[in-house]
């Protein structure tokens, strides 16, 4: 925890290596539990959630046909967009972390599963389960962190380059399935001379015929279909829009889950040798949660808990919500932040944090940004509870 | 017979264009277009699951109790299935606890103008797949299911004289068979053998079979008269080296008869189907390493690579889960593995690609599937 103790409030520093082992041990007690009750009633929300999301899509589809009347055309477009959002969120991003593979469904499954997305399922699958999940807010490693254009610590050196960060940032928003696919690609990698030329050829191939198909169907065969009315053009748009708006949206999520203030970051050299408490602390502190409705909740795919997700990328996103508790409850007992908020408050926070950073350390110190870390005083840690007598649980 | 890889993983995205070029396949090409990065089938799922031509469902239609612990399941096969012959057995997948799982049952029903089959299972004791289907399946629920598969059935010339020797739900695909050709055999013996009188499934149909002299039943009940031995056998059936025979039911009862036709030069003419494999003694686990999926799974002894391998959400192709379909063969790359029946070790050296059944081998040390 090196790259931690460095900072002026170190959110660990009260942790002795036994109560990191502790944590862990709860954790692990956390995650049996849910493996343990898992069943029937499980499988029948993924398998709903693909039915709902399915029908929405042909349904919208359906109403885009005779787009160019305006009300068609307002409820094809939002029924598409959030279509698309389940599809990549709740349904794409959660089974292909494997979270359904225990239903042994060949039609579920991390292995089989493509999504809509200009990131082929196994490129993504790599560089998120493997590179994100393992190097969760490790500087120069997790690729989510700022995908690779961004200054995402005060420790990174300030170039003028990053000052347009704000901009590089929405128009990353704005293509976010491109962003997504580039560095899934590891496209920063390649220019860098880093990365296998034919690897980088195969893959190339895969997202650009992912991405021909992609664009085939959105943008020339819905819209032939929809020439007979005469809606080619605004059913065109209604697929353009329903794109842009689950790019929007999308990254949105994701900056929340890792981006805002009070969120930790780590060096490389912090996780070497991590044992499986400190994994689990990484995780915690790495990333930030986003409260709201329920409805919120799915449509973030369930990233809205983002720290559950981290903690246990591999269950299902529907039990994450049961799992929050518990581990908001772990969080108080052993002084560690839960970063949560709304959904607003998390966009803007993240953002302040893109603008702050796109500034030298020296002048964006004087500039007053609200901070939102704050120490948290543990209420039962195991190894003061032993210091002062009691019997730890 | 073998359907390799029948089980595997059906690729959403993978192209699945059917046979035959010109304008349908350019058809096809165009709707896959319209669906990507799914396929047109899995919108028609939404609507009609049994229309498909990519997997085999069926939707269950009627349930009938047989005894305290059987009951025939009547299924509507999809669009694809291929038909049967008597005697031979399906897979089902069902979902227990959310949980994919796969059986194999013998068809029971005899000949049906509607299309339908029967399967009728006798619920075990802990039994996963059995003990949900007698008492948990639904009517009008849907079940994944393969072709038909099988050699216990009769030959094209029927025989003249035959010899049907069945223990429990053993009777299963010997009603199969004698559903649909007992107008056509000449002379027939069925030694069945039950723990109690009530046990008997499909007590009524073949009691009368026997009292209209259809078939000639024999019917032991073995809380009172105990295991069948082979002089009981000699008893009840003298003429039994005359007769072509099938015979299925448990492992021990199989094991005896196979030795006594072996003793008499006759196994030839004993046909088996067995429920179950025999098991050898264990050997020490191992590790076994999925080379595909980069996947690498501690697996004792006494289980099979199979069961261990999908419990640990790795999508295994499977079959009959007893040796017999090679349904579930997997090309092993390097180390060993043990047959569960035999207790024989198979290694491959590196650069191999040795075929091996994952339901009847355990690993044995370290070994590498291509999955
Ligand atoms: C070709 C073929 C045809 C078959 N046809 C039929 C059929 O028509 N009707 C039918 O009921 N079954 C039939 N079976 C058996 C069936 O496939 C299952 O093995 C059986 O239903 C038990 O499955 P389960 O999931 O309930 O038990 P599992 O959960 O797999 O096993 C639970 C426990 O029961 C033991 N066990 C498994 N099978 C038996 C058994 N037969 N007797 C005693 N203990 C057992 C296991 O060793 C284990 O300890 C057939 C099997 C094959 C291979
Ligand atoms: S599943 Fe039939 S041989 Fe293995």
């Known amino acids: ?315 299902p996103s529907n039990r994450y919500a049961e799992i929050s508790v518990k581990v908001r409850d772990i969080c108080e007992r052993y002084g560690l932040q839960y970063t949560s908020g709304p959904l607003p408050k998390q966009v803007a926070s993240a953002w302040m944090k893109v603008i702050r950073l796109s500034l030298p350390n020296h002048i964006a110190a004087k500039v007053k940004f609200p901070s939102r870390r704050k120490p948290v005083t543990p209420t039962a840690l195991p190894s003061r509870r032993v210091d002062t007598g009691e019997v730890a649980a | 017979m073998a359907h390799l890889l029948s089980d595997g993983p059906t690729q959403n995205a993978a192209g699945r264009a059917p046979g035959g070029a010109g304008w349908r396949s350019r058809a096809f090409k165009l709707l896959k277009a319209t669906t990507t990065p799914l396929l047109p089938e899995d919108y028609v799922d939404l609507f009609d699951p049994l229309r498909t031509s990519t997997v085999l469902r069926a939707r269950v239609v009627d349930i009938v109790a047989e005894t305290e612990d059987a009951a025939t399941v009547v299924l509507r096969p999809g669009r694809t299935w291929r038909g049967h012959v008597p005697g031979q057995y399906i897979r089902i997948g069902v979902d227990v606890d959310g949980v994919r799982m796969w059986r194999a049952y013998s068809v029971t029903s005899g000949p049906r103008e509607d299309g339908c089959i029967a399967i009728t299972i006798k619920a075990i004791t802990g039994g996963a797949v059995s003990t949900h289907l007698v008492e948990s399946l639904k009517v009008g629920q849907i079940v994944q299911m393969e072709q038909a598969d099988g050699a216990f059935v009769l030959p094209e010339v029927l025989p003249h004289k035959i010899l049907l020797l069945t223990g429990g739900s053993g009777i299963t695909p010997v009603m199969g068979i004698l559903r649909h050709a007992v107008e056509d055999l000449d002379d027939v013996i069925l030694l069945h053998s039950a723990p109690r009188p009530e046990d008997v499934i499909f007590a009524d149909e073949l009691r009368e079979l026997g009292a209209n002299d259809r078939i000639t039943l024999v019917e032991r009940h073995t809380d009172e008269h105990g295991l069948m031995d082979t002089v009981e056998l000699e008893a009840l059936v003298p003429d039994w080296r005359e007769r072509e025979t099938w015979a299925c039911g448990p492992a021990g009862m199989l094991e005896m008869l196979e030795g006594h036709w072996q003793q008499a030069g006759h196994a030839h003419r004993l046909h088996t189907e067995r429920f179950r494999p025999a098991l050898a003694e264990p050997g020490e686990g191992g590790t076994v390493y999925f080379t595909k999926a980069d996947r690498e799974i501690e697996c004792d002894g006494a289980r099979p690579i199979l069961d261990i391998g999908e419990e640990a959400g790795v999508l295994m192709p499977s079959g009959c889960r007893m040796g017999i379909c090679y349904g579930c063969v997997l090309p092993m790359r390097e180390g060993s593995v043990r047959d569960l029946r035999t207790g024989e070790v198979t290694s491959a050296t590196p650069g191999d690609g040795i075929l091996i059944q994952t339901c009847i081998s355990a690993a044995a040390g370290r070994c590498d599937l291509v999955l």
């Open chain 1, 1 to 315: 925890m090196t790259a931690l103790q460095k900072k002026e409030h170190n959110p660990v520093a009260h942790m002795t290596p036994e109560d990191i082992d502790s944590l862990g041990k709860e954790l692990d007690a956390v995650r049996a539990e849910i493996i343990d009750s898992r069943g029937a009633k499980d499988a029948a929300y993924i398998r709903r959630t693909i039915d709902v999301q399915r029908k929405l899509e042909l349904g919208s589809r359906a109403v885009l046909l005779f787009s160019k009347y305006k009300p068609a055309f307002a409820l094809g477009t939002a029924g598409l967009t959030v279509s698309k959002i389940l599809e990549n969120m709740e349904i794409g991003h959660n089974v292909m972390h494997g979270q359904w593979d225990w239903m042994r469904d060949p039609k579920i499954h991390s292995t089989t599963w493509e999504w809509d997305n200009a990131s082929p399922a196994d490129l993504w699958k790599h560089s998120h389960n493997e590179l994100h999940h393992t190097y969760t807010n490790v500087l120069g490693r997790d690729n989510d962190l700022g995908y690779g254009i961004m200054r995402v610590d005060e420790d990174q050196p300030w170039v003028p380059f990053y000052l347009g960060q704000p901009v590089w940032n929405f128009i990353n928003a704005c293509f976010f399935e491109y962003g997504i696919a580039a560095y899934d690609l590891e496209l920063g990698k390649y220019m860098k001379g880093r990365k296998d030329k034919a690897v980088f050829k195969r893959d190339l191939g895969k997202v650009g015929q992912k991405v021909r198909n992609q664009m085939t169907r959105d943008y020339v065969i819905h819209p032939l279909l929809a020439a007979p009315t005469g809606s080619w053009g605004t059913t065109l748009m209604a697929n353009a829009l329903s794109n842009l708006g689950r790019n929007l949206w999308t990254h949105s999520v994701i900056m929340c889950g890792h981006f805002p203030e009070g969120v930790e970051t780590f060096t490389k050299t912090s996780i070497e040798g991590e044992s499986r408490g400190e994994w689990y602390l990484r995780q915690m502190i790495g990333s930030a949660n986003i409260s709201g409705s329920k409805a919120m909740h799915i449509a973030t795919g369930n990233l809205s808990y983002q720290i559950e997700h981290h903690l246990f990328p591999d269950l």
